[in-house]
């Protein structure tokens, strides 16, 4: 009874959510291309393909290491990535290009979710992370097809959300074939939520199997020639209220580190232009890295103040560079992003209190001594000016990020493990 009563007014907010798609298209207009896609009318699938939803950039990136592991280990299973947010699809292409397939996740409606199931006719399903939509779960249940919830992780607050629609919760949680969590408390979340115990196994993060590319470092070496010989702070995945926050902070700390350049990375690529105007207003020079990042015959711009990453998928190679990193969505209340992306290049890394999202990861490198987290936008100056003042506390607490990530590996294999078990021998 509840799920039809979602379901209906589900139906009934159809014409806002098209309206709220096209309205999001002003801004960003991929939102406007492969609509129908978003309805169940996708392009049919002549193999049973193994479907990975990821909802954006970050889920993605998440579950890249076990889609890689896949088409090495598993090249008779073809894979089908579905994500919500163009920016999600523009990287699964720069990713895997056309050794995976991809389509735009259907809205929880019965008929697109049928639709989407009749011409993928999918093997199984791996959702990342915390991806749960009633229908969605339900319709694989009807259709046969088991669903693994991976990299697994239910913050307090969001556990607290989800028990408000216990009705809906529960019987979605027990149609889930498998849920691999990323840490105890976790999974305890889901089991109080309705999940069974037999359902359920702890893996870690897979975050933590990140791979050092040798692509990012040579990209951070090209920065760095291109910027000088000068302190940098990188502030990669930053939101609104964040860059404001950031570039008050530089003006603070000018007198005192007045070569100090500040990298900004805006989290979505809608907020590049933004943010541009944002910077030149409080009177900063700015370089933008789509204008004069690239190539080794990059102009040099080791005399701005600001320099702006507004393009995608290039994130690594700034945090490569840096000399500091702090990870964005924690000085405003958007739950944090990936600490361990700059961890595992050896960065001491700052971060706000706002980190829900990764909260016992950041708990956790903040007690290995690799993280620094600050109540506002004035702790967060003075923690800057304490690891520019102390060249060796910098490569200490760098050190201890990068070995916390090296301790922490193997949660993938883990996860492969359950996949293989749970979706792939049929």
Request: a positive charge; aromatic letters at 8%; one cysteine or more.
């Amino acid at each position: 009874m509840a799920r039809l009563l979602y379901t209906t007014l589900l139906y009934l907010a159809l014409p806002i959510i098209l309206l709220r798609l096209w309205w999001r298209g002003r801004r960003a207009p991929a939102y406007r291309s492969r609509w129908r896609e978003r309805l169940g009318f996708v392009a049919p699938c002549n193999d049973r393909p193994l479907w990975i939803h990821a909802v954006s950039v970050g889920e993605t990136v998440a579950i890249a290491p076990l889609v890689e592991l896949l088409l090495a280990r598993r090249p008779d299973f073809p894979l089908l990535l579905t994500t919500t947010t163009p920016t999600g699809s523009e990287r699964v292409r720069a990713l895997f290009g056309d050794r995976v397939q991809h389509a735009y996740c259907p809205w929880d409606l019965p008929d697109a979710l049928g639709r989407f199931l009749c011409r993928t006719r999918p093997r199984g399903c791996i959702i990342v992370e915390t991806e749960l939509w009633p229908n969605l779960v339900h319709s694989c249940q009807a259709a046969g097809v088991p669903v693994l919830l991976a990299n697994a992780r239910l913050s307090a607050r969001s556990a607290k959300g989800y028990k408000r629609f216990a009705a809906l919760t529960r019987p979605m949680l027990q149609c889930l074939s498998q849920v691999v969590a990323q840490h105890r408390d976790d999974g305890a979340r889901f089991v109080e939520l309705g999940l069974s115990v037999q359902q359920l196994t702890v893996s870690g993060s897979i975050k933590f199997d990140i791979e050092t590319k040798p692509q990012w470092l040579e990209a951070g070496t090209r920065l760095r020639k291109c910027w000088g010989d000068r302190p940098v702070l990188v502030a990669g995945s930053t939101h609104e209220g964040e860059d404001a926050a950031l570039l008050r902070m530089l003006e603070q700390l000018r007198s005192e580190f007045p070569a100090l350049l500040l990298v900004l990375v805006p989290r979505h690529p809608e907020r590049f232009e933004p943010v541009h105007r944002l910077c030149l207003e409080a009177g900063w020079s700015v370089a933008r890295h789509s204008v004069a990042g690239h190539g080794e015959s990059a102009p040099q711009t080791g005399s701005v103040d600001v320099y702006l990453g507004d393009t995608m998928g290039e994130l690594m190679g700034f945090y490569a560079a840096a000399d500091i990193a702090f990870v964005g969505g924690s000085l405003v209340p958007r739950g944090g992003h990936n600490p361990l992306e700059p961890a595992a290049l050896g960065k001491p890394v700052l971060m706000g209190q706002q980190v829900f999202n990764f909260q016992a990861i950041c708990d956790a490198l903040d007690s290995a001594g690799g993280l620094t987290r600050v109540a506002d936008e004035t702790a967060l100056a003075q923690a800057l000016r304490e690891l520019l003042t102390d060249p060796l506390q910098r490569q200490q607490q760098g050190a201890a990020a990068q070995a916390f990530v090296a301790q922490n590996r193997g949660a993938l294999e883990r996860l492969y493990q359950q996949v293989e078990e749970t979706l792939l021998r049929s």
